[in-house]
């Protein structure tokens, strides 16, 4: 190790890695992966969004769990953000693509993107 | 992409519990459900919960899965990680038992027994994989030695480590600080000087050191490089003991990657700062965890004290000036150096600043690893993190300091613990071990228990330890025996204070503690064993004697089937309102083993 810039560029390429660990993130991006969501196509949406928010750099913020049925099967996938003090947001009939474009606007630009909520 | 990992326990305690086989079973599974991709698994140090092992930790949510099996990774898979639905009955919950319902703490860090602790020497173990140095160094690790190499002068990593007030966790509480400052300014023109750590942790019933090693090697090194810079040193020395070879290992796979990335050798991160270190292994002398024996032995000699002063900051290692610290004391440093001092003596007592680590024993629920800040009180240990005594049993005391402290009782239950403290009520903070006991332990017995441990590990050299520690052993057995007398107690009191003014090192001087402090508490107990021949607690097996009740035996027998030594016998009477012939023990025959009492249904059978 010749210089301090070398350890940081260490530190900063595996933070991303275990701040997994962390559980201080402060958005939480539920994706309901029961038999009713995986049959929907839930998989690709968890995909989407596990690899989005680590591109965009948001792995720090926001962390992505996934929930068992949570009752509305016919608007599967069905995916929740929860922000602390605000209230839940619950997108339904998400795809990949979908997923791109929710974490683009809401999660980066902190916008609502309203045509994909459950109306 | 992965987007969770699981953490399972690789520390000696669930490594022992079967936590390799449960890591096979993960891979198994992961892999039959297509998630390698997915799902990391981390091989981390202990989580501090060593009674509820293996431990498994999923994230990002922090699940807490405790006493896993094999069998139930396949749930955990099928379930957690791949629906996103927690397997509720195999989550921690406060009783320690597994839930039958749906626990209210599925997250590690919201159970009481993590609750109430605060991590700085632990704070990766349990995190990070400690064979990763990679883990390490985005856990901030190494930062701070960048920081004393590049920003601060020695001494001034030497004033904020006094401002911080850390003093030594192995033991004696000396301000590390100050040991530091001896060892730079005491000899001006050494040509030669060495920082060393005390990894020979021998108390019974102590395992922090070990923990630290296992969990955060790196933590280690970094400090010891950053004593190094402090005192003038390059060349470090790690006394473990043999024993530990999870720690062995891992230390070793540490220092090589260390060397590797260059934050061990020659000028590290370009300042012209040299430093390497190697490990030494113990043989399992307890002695050789006092510093001047460590020392010794570190140079190829026989382990054995030598009398001070010289203290080590003059004449240590291979006669040159010498730091030698605990590894809790160096796993503290780096964070010192970062955090800076105000944030580390935020935490403790006006003298005993930051935290403690405990390694919990004994009758309590929660055995395991806690650390909690100093002045944090034993009723908080015991009752909150610890989880109270198992079986509705009543608390008696708490031992510290091992073979060289002594016992708490439950009127000191609120007593901040720190260093003072414990010294002014007759024990010592020693290296951490706390051994819980309920009413049913005998005091005069754990007295017994931690001198048989002194006497086998004095090492001979001065005679009041030698010959001293084995005569108190002896008149403890005469008491344990019912054959001592009250003038008995007198002299071997005498006996104890002898040795603590005259033996040559703090193995000698703090043996006596474990009889002195259960003498000035619990001396009701040394004279009903004397006066009345009986022990309280009944355990001293020569004064109980077994008897069954012919009222309430219901002549099953059963007792007589268990017993080894064929010392009961039935006789001709038959109690009021039952069928068959009620038995007795024959006292000269029975060898007080207690089977039978733990076999009899009926409690007919009782000791006293």
């Not at chain 2, 703490?105 to 990070?128: E, M, P, W």
């Not at chain 2, 400052?181 to 060495?194: C, I, S, W």
């Given at each position: 190790m010749k210089s301090l810039a070398e350890l940081a560029a260490i530190r900063d390429k595996m933070k991303d890695k275990v701040v997994l660990r962390e559980g201080s993130s402060q958005i939480r991006v539920v994706v309901g992966m029961a038999t009713c969501g995986i049959a929907a196509g839930a998989r690709p949406v968890l995909s989407a969004f596990v690899e989005g928010i680590n591109n965009a750099g948001l792995s720090a913020n926001v962390t992505v769990t996934q929930t068992g049925c949570i009752g509305i099967c016919q608007y599967e996938p069905v995916v929740e953000i929860y922000e602390a003090d605000k209230e839940k947001v619950t997108y339904v009939k998400m795809t990949p693509e979908k997923a791109a474009e929710v974490i683009e606007r809401h999660l980066k630009g902190g916008k609502v993107v309203e045509e994909y909520i459950i109306k | 992409m992965i987007r969770a990992h699981v953490l399972i326990c690789g520390g000696t305690g669930c490594t022992s519990s079967g936590s390799k086989s449960i890591q096979a079973a993960f891979d198994d599974a992961l892999a039959a459900q297509g998630l390698t991709e997915e799902v990391k698994i981390v091989q981390t140090g202990c989580f501090g919960l060593c009674a509820l092992g293996p431990v498994v930790i999923v994230h990002p949510d922090g699940t807490f899965y405790s006493r896993v099996t094999p069998e139930d990774v396949k749930e955990i898979v099928s379930e957690h990680l791949l629906k996103g639905r927690v397997v509720d009955h195999l989550v921690y919950n406060d009783t320690g038992d597994k839930a039958e319902a749906a626990p209210e703490h599925a997250s590690l860090n919201d159970t009481a027994f993590y609750k109430a602790q605060k991590r700085v020497a632990l704070r990766?173990?349990?995190?990070?994989?400690?064979?990763?140095?990679?883990?390490?160094?985005?856990?901030?690790?190494?930062?701070?030695?960048?920081?004393?190499?590049t920003e601060m002068t020695p001494d001034q990593v030497i004033e904020t480590v006094l401002a911080s007030g850390l003093r030594g966790r192995g033991g004696a509480g000396f301000p590390t600080g100050k040991k530091w400052e001896l060892a730079r300014n005491l000899v001006k023109d050494a040509d030669q000087k060495f920082v060393a750590c005390n990894a020979d942790e021998g108390d019974p019933g102590a395992f922090m050191d070990r923990s630290v090693l296992e969990g955060d090697p790196h933590a280690l090194i970094e400090a010891m490089a950053i004593a190094a810079y402090a005192i003038g040193a390059n060349k470090g020395f790690v006394y473990v003991r043999a024993e530990y070879p999870i720690a062995v290992s891992r230390l070793g796979i540490a220092?090589?990657?260390?060397?590797?990335?260059?934050?061990?050798?020659?000028?590290?991160?370009?300042?012209?700062?040299?430093?390497?270190?190697?490990?030494?292994?113990?043989?399992?002398?307890?002695?050789?965890?006092?510093?001047?024996?460590?020392?010794?032995?570190?140079?190829?000699?026989?382990?054995?004290?030598?009398?001070?002063?010289?203290?080590?900051?003059?004449?240590?290692?291979?006669?040159?000036?010498?730091?030698?610290?605990?590894?809790?004391?160096?796993?503290?440093?780096?964070?010192?150096?970062?955090?800076?001092?105000?944030?580390?003596?935020?935490?403790?007592?006006?003298?005993?600043?930051?935290?403690?680590?405990?390694?919990?024993?004994?009758?309590?629920?929660?055995?395991?690893?806690?650390?909690?800040?100093?002045?944090?009180?034993?009723?908080?240990?015991?009752?909150?993190?610890g989880g109270g005594i198992p079986g509705g049993k009543k608390f008696k005391a708490a031992q510290t300091g091992g073979p060289s402290g002594g016992c708490i009782p439950a009127q000191h239950l609120d007593i901040p613990i720190d260093y003072d403290n414990l010294l002014s009520i007759g024990s010592m903070m020693g290296s951490g071990g706390l051994i819980v006991m309920d009413e049913d332990s005998c005091m005069v017995d754990i007295a017994k228990f931690f001198l048989e441990f002194t006497v086998d590990e004095s090492c001979g050299k001065c005679t009041p330890c030698r010959v001293g520690t084995q005569r108190l052993l002896e008149m403890l057995n005469k008491i344990t025996e019912g054959?001592?007398?009250?003038?008995?107690?007198?002299?071997?009191?005498?006996?104890?204070?002898?040795?603590?003014?005259?033996?040559?090192?703090?193995?000698?001087?703090?043996?006596?503690?474990?009889?002195?402090s259960t003498l000035h508490f619990f001396r009701d107990e040394y004279v009903a064993h004397i006066v009345d021949k009986k022990c309280p607690a009944g355990v001293c097996k020569s004064l109980l004697t077994f008897s069954i009740d012919k009222?309430?035996?219901?002549?099953?027998?059963?007792?007589?089937?268990?017993?080894?030594?064929?010392?009961?016998?039935?006789?001709?009477?038959?109690?009021?309102?039952?069928?068959?012939?009620?038995?007795?023990?024959?006292?000269?025959?029975?060898?007080?083993?207690?089977?039978?009492?733990?076999?009899?249904?009926f409690k007919a059978i009782s000791k006293g």
């Amino acid at each position: 190790m010749k210089s301090l810039a070398e350890l940081a560029a260490i530190r900063d390429k595996m933070k991303d890695k275990v701040v997994l660990r962390e559980g201080s993130s402060q958005i939480r991006v539920v994706v309901g992966m029961a038999t009713c969501g995986i049959a929907a196509g839930a998989r690709p949406v968890l995909s989407a969004f596990v690899e989005g928010i680590n591109n965009a750099g948001l792995s720090a913020n926001v962390t992505v769990t996934q929930t068992g049925c949570i009752g509305i099967c016919q608007y599967e996938p069905v995916v929740e953000i929860y922000e602390a003090d605000k209230e839940k947001v619950t997108y339904v009939k998400m795809t990949p693509e979908k997923a791109a474009e929710v974490i683009e606007r809401h999660l980066k630009g902190g916008k609502v993107v309203e045509e994909y909520i459950i109306k | 992409m992965i987007r969770a990992h699981v953490l399972i326990c690789g520390g000696t305690g669930c490594t022992s519990s079967g936590s390799k086989s449960i890591q096979a079973a993960f891979d198994d599974a992961l892999a039959a459900q297509g998630l390698t991709e997915e799902v990391k698994i981390v091989q981390t140090g202990c989580f501090g919960l060593c009674a509820l092992g293996p431990v498994v930790i999923v994230h990002p949510d922090g699940t807490f899965y405790s006493r896993v099996t094999p069998e139930d990774v396949k749930e955990i898979v099928s379930e957690h990680l791949l629906k996103g639905r927690v397997v509720d009955h195999l989550v921690y919950n406060d009783t320690g038992d597994k839930a039958e319902a749906a626990p209210e703490h599925a997250s590690l860090n919201d159970t009481a027994f993590y609750k109430a602790q605060k991590r700085v020497a632990l704070r990766n173990c349990g995190v990070i994989n400690p064979e990763n140095i990679d883990e390490y160094i985005a856990m901030d690790g190494y930062a701070a030695l960048g920081k004393a190499l590049t920003e601060m002068t020695p001494d001034q990593v030497i004033e904020t480590v006094l401002a911080s007030g850390l003093r030594g966790r192995g033991g004696a509480g000396f301000p590390t600080g100050k040991k530091w400052e001896l060892a730079r300014n005491l000899v001006k023109d050494a040509d030669q000087k060495f920082v060393a750590c005390n990894a020979d942790e021998g108390d019974p019933g102590a395992f922090m050191d070990r923990s630290v090693l296992e969990g955060d090697p790196h933590a280690l090194i970094e400090a010891m490089a950053i004593a190094a810079y402090a005192i003038g040193a390059n060349k470090g020395f790690v006394y473990v003991r043999a024993e530990y070879p999870i720690a062995v290992s891992r230390l070793g796979i540490a220092i090589g990657q260390a060397r590797e990335y260059g934050l061990l050798g020659k000028n590290i991160f370009g300042t012209g700062f040299d430093f390497d270190m190697e490990i030494r292994l113990g043989a399992g002398a307890f002695v050789c965890g006092e510093e001047t024996a460590l020392m010794t032995s570190i140079e190829g000699h026989r382990g054995e004290p030598r009398p001070r002063p010289p203290f080590p900051a003059v004449k240590g290692l291979f006669g040159k000036p010498t730091v030698l610290n605990n590894v809790e004391t160096y796993a503290n440093i780096p964070q010192i150096i970062l955090k800076g001092a105000e944030w580390f003596s935020s935490m403790g007592t006006e003298k005993s600043k930051g935290t403690k680590v405990f390694a919990l024993g004994g009758n309590i629920k929660n055995t395991g690893l806690v650390e909690v800040p100093m002045g944090t009180t034993l009723r908080q240990i015991v009752e909150e993190i610890g989880g109270g005594i198992p079986g509705g049993k009543k608390f008696k005391a708490a031992q510290t300091g091992g073979p060289s402290g002594g016992c708490i009782p439950a009127q000191h239950l609120d007593i901040p613990i720190d260093y003072d403290n414990l010294l002014s009520i007759g024990s010592m903070m020693g290296s951490g071990g706390l051994i819980v006991m309920d009413e049913d332990s005998c005091m005069v017995d754990i007295a017994k228990f931690f001198l048989e441990f002194t006497v086998d590990e004095s090492c001979g050299k001065c005679t009041p330890c030698r010959v001293g520690t084995q005569r108190l052993l002896e008149m403890l057995n005469k008491i344990t025996e019912g054959k001592a007398t009250l003038e008995d107690l007198d002299k071997m009191e005498e006996l104890c204070h002898y040795i603590k003014k005259n033996a040559l090192c703090g193995l000698g001087q703090t043996a006596p503690n474990p009889v002195l402090s259960t003498l000035h508490f619990f001396r009701d107990e040394y004279v009903a064993h004397i006066v009345d021949k009986k022990c309280p607690a009944g355990v001293c097996k020569s004064l109980l004697t077994f008897s069954i009740d012919k009222e309430k035996c219901i002549g099953c027998g059963l007792c007589a089937r268990n017993c080894p030594a064929d010392a009961i016998t039935k006789t001709d009477y038959i109690a009021p309102g039952k069928k068959l012939p009620a038995w007795e023990i024959d006292p000269a025959k029975c060898v007080k083993c207690g089977a039978c009492i733990s076999g009899c249904k009926f409690k007919a059978i009782s000791k006293g």
